[in-house]
Structure formats: structure tokens, C-alpha cells
């Protein structure tokens, strides 16, 4: 994913190089529709996402959300929001994540200030090896209690949940599977509904 370059109706903005960019710069960044990251300064740009990503965040959006506000266990919010891992210069926009009603105070005006309780990545073509080792280790090392990573190509859930400071995958769910959350109490919904149109 390579660095843009940004351009302004009069002027053109100089950007900090690769490795040096910081939770400032990425403050500065446009409002266009691509999703930018940063991870130990490096600036990540993923482009708008496909139906079928829309369609699997859609439905998890939808039922993890009800299911939330029914139980009064907390927020879940969808991308873009960006999220301030503990790593200065650290900022994800996960596609979906849950923060636990104990821990809401995380939420600002333009950010989450710490690591959520659950976030879920839907993998597309342009992003699935930066979201299974840069984004997974980032995750980890913030202290992300569990992370869904949804392939809407393979119609699979991997669910891995943080034990010490490790990724440890409790399943891999197809359809005809119900996938569980642990962060999330009482949650799970079966592989078919997220990905039914």
C-alpha cells in the first residue's frame, strides 16, 4: 500500500517519510474515502471496500450491536473510526469492535484512546497479509482480548483470543458453524448469516 500523495485545491503538503509518520500527520489526513493506518509510523491506505466485505460487516454490525444493546454490555462501532492503540503511533480502524460498558471511557470525540475489547477485520484481496501479521501483532501487543478475522472468499471465521500476551485460535468456523465471542458475553451467530445477502 503505498503512500499518497495529497493534493489540496491550491496547495500541495509535503508527508513525513515511511517510519517517521505520527499520531498528528495521520490527524491531518483527508476525509476521501481510503482508510488510513498507522503502525509504528508507517502509513497503511487501503481503498473503499466490496459489497461482499459490506454485506459480512453489515450483518455482524447489525446482530453484535443488538445484541449489546439488549444486554447493556457496551458499544460496538464500525469503520471509520480510528482507534489509538497504546503505541503512540499506533492507529487502526478495525471494520467492527466492541469497547465493554466498564471500559467506555476510551471513547473520545474523534478516537478510541486504548485497545477495544473485541475487533473483527473483514479480509479483501488488497489487505488479507497486512491484516493477518501487521495488524494481528499490532493487535496483540496493544492487548486486544479477541479478534474475529472474517474471510468472505473462504466463508470462514477465525476467532483467536488473547492468553498472556498471545493470539491463541479458539476455532475456525464455516457455514453451518456458529461462531462464539468470548469478549463479547453471551454473542455468537452462525457463519451462514454473515455472509447471506
Avoid: C
Avoid at 491506505?45 to 454485506?55: C, G, L
Avoid at 439488549?70 to 460496538?76: I, M, N, T
Avoid at 503512540?88 to 484512546?113: A, G, H, M, W
Avoid at 478475522?149 to 457455514?175: F, M, N, P
Amino acid at each position: 500500500m503505498a503512500v499518497p500523495t495529497i493534493q489540496a485545491p491550491t496547495t500541495v503538503r509535503s508527508w513525513p517519510e515511511q517510519g517517521q509518520w505520527t499520531y498528528a500527520d495521520w490527524l491531518g489526513l483527508p476525509d476521501d474515502g481510503f482508510r488510513y493506518e498507522l503502525i509504528e509510523g508507517e502509513l497503511f491506505v487501503s481503498p473503499s471496500p466490496s459489497v461482499q466485505h459490506q454485506i459480512a460487516i453489515s450483518s455482524l454490525l447489525s446482530a453484535m450491536y443488538q445484541h449489546a444493546k439488549e444486554e447493556d454490555l457496551g458499544l460496538v462501532l464500525t469503520a471509520p473510526i480510528g482507534v489509538r492503540l497504546p503505541e503512540e503511533e499506533t492507529i487502526v480502524q478495525p471494520d467492527l469492535l466492541f469497547i465493554s460498558r466498564e471500559r467506555l471511557d476510551l471513547v473520545k470525540d474523534n478516537v478510541i484512546d486504548g485497545a477495544p475489547d473485541l475487533v473483527v477485520e473483514i479480509l479483501s484481496p488488497s489487505n488479507w497479509v497486512f491484516d493477518r501479521t501487521r495488524k494481528q501483532k499490532a493487535y496483540e501487543q496493544a492487548g486486544v482480548g479477541e479478534y474475529w478475522i472474517v474471510d468472505y472468499r473462504a466463508r470462514t471465521v477465525d476467532v483467536l483470543v488473547l492468553e498472556g500476551r498471545e493470539y491463541v485460535q479458539r476455532g475456525q468456523y464455516r457455514e453451518g458453524d456458529t461462531a462464539p465471542s468470548e469478549a463479547l458475553p453471551g454473542f455468537a451467530i452462525p457463519v451462514t448469516d454473515i455472509f447471506a445477502r
